[in-house]
């Protein structure tokens, strides 16, 4: 599709006939940002009318005292407290169903606070939906793995205080997880899920490592230009009010998220990576992460994430420097940026101008190149290499020889492959792993 057909330039489904989407939706939770605003929790609980809430967080977050730290704010104003500190970094269906039956023993609660990154939020997601709405977990997973049930009606209060700016999910409505018999990822998605608060504050990142900040940082990064180069809402087919989906496309307002996100980022990633105690740095990562998920939350991401998702599940040795999993793992931020520079190469030709545009958010030094497809891929491979992210699918373990088994993985994230904004096939998505063997 050419820029002067890409239906981005002006077409806001003003379509009297209703012949095709006119609808898109947007939704966040309300935001509390800042230096100190953890410390604010208890008030925030308070104000809702819990009086017995369940926290959930990770062992590192509880010896650092985090947890603790909520538990105090909470006791200040009268509420009850408990704590799950087994939150499995990047989540599996067993560590969900632990953490499900731990907090069914101990119920009930009236309300949750996640305190972590992105494992301890979805954990927590998970939990309340179950606790709240009964079913087993296979009953919401995603099609084709699950049955994707929606949710009977509202959920108990959460509130979400992410430690790590990257997955976004304290604006998000999904959760997600291994499926380990099947060595697949995949997830939850429903409007319901997302938390009742966001409470950001910057200070809970600054002894993050810089292998952690790298990766989580580029989570960021494929939000945002996954969001940013998705599908026209009005491209897609018009549904009904009880069928509209999760991720309904980019829209005029989630646009508006995805280029400050890129602002914010190729202002502060690498410095945050670099100079982990630098506040201004660390405090836009931040924020960049939470309007990231405000904008793909609600558009959408596509073919980095879908090719994530096998890249995780199918991990056989690889072991990440500074995260505390024992067992083999491939972060989720560098799951899914190890293949991005090809998919958006492969991407260009649905919306050149958009691509460039992103590019020049993304990296505003990066000259003008003779082909205008590589822009993009070049700025991500230029930031992925100062970052120190490890250099394509070889790095955590996978050869040529493994594409054949990756991509049926790849595409069992129908959900995230429909939101490209050009049709993918198998053998595409096998091009775009070969093509991400090595990235330079």
């Known amino acids: 599709m050419s820029d002067a057909q890409d239906p981005r330039t002006g077409d806001l489904g003003a379509d009297p006939g209703l012949t ?52 105090d704010s909470l006791g200040a104003v009268g509420i009850e407290a408990g704590v799950y500190d087994r939150v499995h970094v990047e989540p599996t269906d067993e560590s969900f169903a632990d953490a499900i039956d731990a907090a069914r023993e101990s119920g009930p609660w ?26 087993e977990l296979f009953d919401y997973l995603n099609k084709p793995i699950g049955d994707a049930r929606a949710p009977s009606g509202p959920l108990k209060p959460l509130f979400a205080v992410p430690t790590t700016a990257g997955t976004g999910s304290e604006s998000t409505a999904m959760c997600i997880l291994d499926v380990l018999s099947m060595k697949v990822k995949t997830g939850i998605s429903h409007w319901r899920l997302r938390p009742t ?45 009880a069928d509209r989906v999760t991720y309904c496309g980019s829209n005029p307002v989630s646009d508006l998220w995805a280029r400050e996100s890129l602002r914010l980022i190729a202002n502060s990633l690498r410095t945050a990576v670099a100079e982990g105690a630098d506040a201004r740095a660390r405090s836009e990562m931040m924020l960049a992460a939470t309007l990231a998920g405000m904008g793909f939350g609600n558009a959408g991401v596509h073919i980095p994430h879908a090719n ?39 991407t260009f030709e649905a919306s050149p101008q958009r691509h460039l545009e992103a590019a020049r958010l993304l990296d505003p030094a990066l000259e003008r190149l003779d082909d205008p497809a590589e822009q993009l891929p070049t700025a991500l491979v230029r930031l992925m290499r100062d970052i120190g992210i490890p250099n394509g699918i070889a790095a955590v373990g996978y050869g040529e020889g ?39």
């Open 110 to 135: 009236d309300g949750f606070v996640a305190i972590g990154g992105g494992s301890a939020i979805d954990t927590a997601k998970a939990v309340n939906l179950i606790l709240t709405d009964g079913g």
């Open 402 to 440: 493994d594409v054949d088994d990756l991509v049926p993985g790849t595409m069992k994230q129908q959900r995230l492959l429909a939101t490209c904004p050009k049709p993918v096939t198998e053998a595409d998505i096998a091009a775009i792993f070969r093509a991400s063997v090595t990235n330079w």
């Open 308 to 346: 994530g998702y096998p890249i995780a599940g199918m991990v056989r040795d690889y072991r990440p420097a500074n995260y505390p999993a024992q067992e083999a793992m491939v972060p989720h931020g560098e799951s899914v940026s190890l293949t991005a520079p090809a998919a958006f190469r492969f």
């Open 197 to 241: 608060l966001a409470i950001v504050d910057p200070l809970l990142t600054m002894t993050l490592p810089p292998e952690v900040t790298a990766s989580s940082g580029m989570d960021i990064v494929c939000h945002a230009l996954e969001s940013y180069t998705a599908r026209w809402y009005t491209t897609f087919e018009r549904k009904q009010a």
């Open 20 to 71: 095709q989407e006119t609808i898109f939706t947007w939704g966040a939770p309300p935001l509390k940002f800042g230096s100190g605003a953890l410390d604010e929790i208890g008030f925030e609980v308070k104000a809702h009318g819990l009086a017995r809430v369940l926290v959930l967080t990770d062992s590192r977050l509880a010896q650092l005292g985090f947890a603790q730290r909520v538990v």
